[in-house]
């Protein structure tokens, strides 16, 4: 296992279109965050996972935005009818349950709305 | 979570020591202190967490005064690589229903040759 992947690392959007990210977590990690950033900033939460139970949202995640684990192993974020603020950084991490080890996190997607 | 504060940025020379300072002092007695860093267009890297006694890794040593308030990350011999951003966070290391890291602006080290 040589990390967190994350597919695709750059996309480009019309606004309004939707997109869709995923995240591989590491295999034996229960859970699962993403995250955003914006340039400047540090990574905001979004939500997480832990297995396929989403147990916390952010009020960031506005209705345009959709995540799933299905089966509690890879995730997706879904964006729909994406505006320009959306562009960002989104980064996908995991962890064990217990945080002792901290997060691994992927390299991210970056999103460019146009 | 308890919040941190970290200066905005600093510099060091390249094989010197990069010392970077997060106050955290209304931290509780569960909590740990982690440090992630930033490289550019990377997503953050853990790299050394502690409770109360200093800590060293292949990475970096972590220096938590006596009454947990302060921290200091210590890079023994900084390179230019370890040009990034670095993040100092306060947490316990388990979440219940609270798991999330919650990361501030961090503090921008640069390491010039």
């Known amino acids: 296992d040589t990390g967190v992947s994350q597919n695709p690392r750059h996309k480009i959007t019309k606004r309004g279109q939707n997109v869709t990210f995923r995240c591989d977590p590491i295999?034996?990690?229960?859970?699962l965050y993403w995250y955003r950033q914006t340039l400047g900033q540090g990574p905001e939460f979004l939500t997480y996972?832990?297995?396929?139970?989403?147990?916390?949202k952010s009020r960031l995640l506005s209705d345009r935005f959709s995540a799933e684990r299905p089966k509690g192993s890879f995730s997706t974020l879904e964006i729909q009818r994406t505006e320009q603020g959306d562009s960002a950084m989104y980064l996908c991490?995991?962890?064990?349950?217990?945080?002792?080890?901290?997060?691994?996190f992927g390299s991210g997607t970056r999103l460019t709305v146009v | 979570d308890a919040k941190t504060t970290q200066p905005t940025s600093m510099d060091c020379a390249e094989g010197r020591a990069a010392n970077l300072p997060c106050n955290h002092s209304?931290?509780?007695?569960?909590?740990?202190v982690y440090w992630y860093r930033q490289i550019h267009s990377q997503g953050p890297q853990y790299i050394i967490h502690?409770?109360?006694n200093n800590e060293t890794n292949e990475m970096a040593s972590l220096i938590i005064t006596e009454d947990r308030k302060s921290s200091t990350l210590i890079l023994p011999h900084a390179t230019l690589r370890d040009t990034a951003v670095y993040y100092c966070?306060?947490?316990?290391?388990?979440?219940?229903?609270?798991?999330?890291?919650?990361f501030g602006k961090g503090i921008t080290l640069s390491v010039r040759p």
């Open positions: 502690g409770l109360k």
């Open positions: 209304t931290i509780s007695g569960n909590e740990y």
């Open positions: 966070i306060v947490r316990a290391p388990w979440a219940g229903a609270n798991s999330k890291l919650t």
């Open positions: 295999s034996e990690h229960n859970r």
């Open positions: 996972f832990q297995n396929e139970a989403q147990l916390e």
């Open positions: 991490a995991s962890s064990l349950e217990r945080l002792r080890y901290g997060y691994t």
